[in-house]
């Protein structure tokens, strides 16, 4: 992991630690009710852990990010630092807009959406799909980008939806596999 995290990225992931570590320890000290006479006992235990997880999809979108910063900060040089933890998960605009140490904007947005149907995105997975494709089209930018952090998701997105490519590098973030429309 790169040394080059910035305060703000630090304590997030610190947050992210935390929480995995009271969820070992929930685990670890309570048993699992199996009772289904006793099925208070069970909502109890389910409630209990889902107020320690919160919304972990948060977390795995935040640890996303911080992929794609080490692949932008391997393949960019920026005029300032990036912070992938700057702006917080879920909020309006594009996920990163930032300008290149020549002065050329590079704009994108990332998704750690796993699909929810078997060769497809479910009905609300691709309404936030084609709205992020809306903002990356609509915005004059000098290279645009889509990171994904599924490998299906990747799959479906090149085979399926590649029209919507034109003008925008489809990133499989793990890997740096890198479709481009031809």
Not at 45 to 61: A, C, E, T
Not at 64 to 76: E, G, I, P, Q, R
Not at 140 to 162: H, Q
Request: charge should be positive.
């Amino acid at each position: 992991m790169p040394s080059d995290r910035t305060q703000r990225e630090l304590t997030e992931f610190q947050k992210i630690i935390s929480k995995i570590e009271k969820i070992k320890n929930f685990l670890i000290k309570e048993k699992i009710p199996k009772d289904i006479v006793k099925i208070k006992d069970f909502y109890d235990y389910l409630r209990f852990l889902k107020n320690i997880i919160k919304n972990f999809n948060m977390d795995i979108s935040f640890s996303a990010c911080l992929l794609v910063k080490d692949y932008l900060m391997k393949n960019f040089s920026f005029s300032r630092e990036i912070d992938a933890a700057h702006k917080p998960q879920g909020a309006k605009g594009l996920d990163i807009d930032e300008k290149l140490y020549n002065g050329k904007r590079l704009i994108a947005e990332i998704k750690a959406t796993y699909p929810y149907k078997k060769k497809d995105f479910g009905a609300q997975q691709k309404e936030s799909i084609f709205k992020d494709f809306k903002k990356l089209n609509k915005t004059k930018a000098d290279y645009k980008f889509f990171f994904v952090s599924e490998e299906k998701s990747f799959s479906i997105l090149k085979d399926k939806y590649k029209e919507e490519f034109k003008e925008i590098r489809l990133v499989l973030v793990p890997k740096g596999e890198i479709f481009i429309y031809k």
